[in-house]
């Protein structure tokens, strides 16, 4: 029994550690453009990955909203639909990082979860 809770704290140590290590990058992640560079840099830490994927999807929502707001400017109303929340969501998902915490973003995190890296 002994043995047993001594294996579940050394693992809950290295998770410690890894959400540790790699909260700054995973707050990051969150910036658009730059966070792609982490989805495929962080492979190794887990952390690190699940706040990447959801900057990835967050990223491409952030493009879609910029493109119909500055580009197509018959589409601005709909651009700024998309870019608040975006914003929003990038925002609280760097907060959520920093505070060690794998926050799913609603239906951003059902997405992020799809991408194989």
């Known amino acids: ?6 294996q579940e704290k050394k693992k809950k140590d290295e998770k410690g550690k890894e959400i540790e290590e790699g909260k700054v990058f995973a707050a990051l992640s969150y910036i658009p453009i730059i966070g792609l560079i982490f989805l495929f840099a962080a492979k190794e830490n887990r952390f690190t990955l699940f706040h990447a ?3 990835a ?3 491409g929502f ?3 909203g910029y493109i119909l707001t500055f580009v197509i400017r ?3 109303f709909l651009g ?3 870019l608040i929340p975006t914003l929003i969501g ?3 998902g760097a907060i959520k990082s920093l505070g060690e915490e794998k926050f799913k973003i609603p239906l951003v995190a059902d997405l992020a979860e ?3 890296v």
């Open 57 to 59: 999807i967050l990223t």
């Open 53 to 55: 994927k959801q900057g």
């Open 90 to 92: 990038m925002v609280m």
């Open 1 to 6: 029994m002994a043995k047993r809770a001594k």
């Open 74 to 76: 018959d589409a601005w």
């Open 80 to 82: 700024i639909l998309i």
């Open 114 to 116: 799809k991408i194989k």
């Open 62 to 64: 952030f493009i879609l």
